[in-house]
């Protein structure tokens, strides 16, 4: 699958919108993907994932664990794992940090595949790897549905996208004026919690 053809199931469900949107990582865009619009369909929802645990197995092999951040992520780490045949669990905030929670566990050694759903910056994986890397599991990747960054997201490993797009991000700011013009919006669901 290329990144036209992720874009399309996007656009099918109607979650590539444009505008003015404050970004989870605090960045404003004028391109959002509300990846929920595509999650709540599950035969898009298969396809993207079944494309991504072949794009991962074929340059990492098969890991033992997948492992998604709460909660945006929890959907396609899940489907993920089901087309790769292992367990899928997700670490969740607690006290502001990502924790294993709900009685998962990560045996040392178990060969992990961190999966996000849409990545800007790369801060959510950065995170989410540090109780992964604390109950001895080793990070074999990092992947994701898209990648807006155009490759330049620091996740600390290597990073496989599905589909990589080159979206502009401006600090508050720094807003070009077309774009400070319009309305923000904030449908992320992170900054809910501030």
């Known amino acids: 699958m290329n990144t036209e053809q992720v874009l399309d199931e996007f656009r099918g469900a109607g ?5 003015h949107f404050i970004l989870a990582s605090g ?25 991504l645990a072949a794009k991962i197995e074929a340059q990492f092999g098969k890991p033992d664990i ?8 929890i959907i396609p780490g899940y489907e993920t ?27 040392p050694g178990a060969k992990v595949v961190v999966i996000e759903d849409v990545i800007t910056t790369g801060g959510s994986f950065r995170e989410a790897v540090e109780p992964i890397e604390a109950a001895g599991g080793t990070v074999l990747c990092c992947a994701c549905i898209v ?3 155009g490759g330049r997201a620091d996740v600390g490993f290597p990073l496989v996208a599905l589909a990589s797009l080159d ?28």
């Not at 979650?15 to 505008?19: K, P, S, V």
């Not at 959002?32 to 079944?50: A, S």
């Not at 006290?95 to 929670?101: C, I, N, P, S, V």
């Not at 979206?167 to 919690?193: C, F, H, I, M, Q």
């Open 147 to 149: 990648d807006r960054s």
């Open 81 to 107: 794992a089901r087309w790769m045949g292992v367990p899928a669990i997700y670490v969740e905030r607690e006290a502001g940090a990502f924790k294993l929670r709900r009685a998962f566990r990560i045996a």
């Open 15 to 19: 979650a590539l919108r444009e505008g």
């Open 27 to 51: 960045l404003h865009s004028p391109m959002f993907l509300q990846k929920n619009l595509v999650f709540q369909y599950p035969e898009r929802t298969e396809r993207l994932c079944k494309a």
């Open 66 to 73: 997948i492992v998604s951040p709460a909660v945006g992520a």
């Open 167 to 194: 979206v502009p991000t401006y600090p508050a700011d720094n807003l070009p004026p077309e774009l400070a013009a319009l309305p923000a919006e904030e449908p992320g669901s992170k900054r809910l919690r501030a």
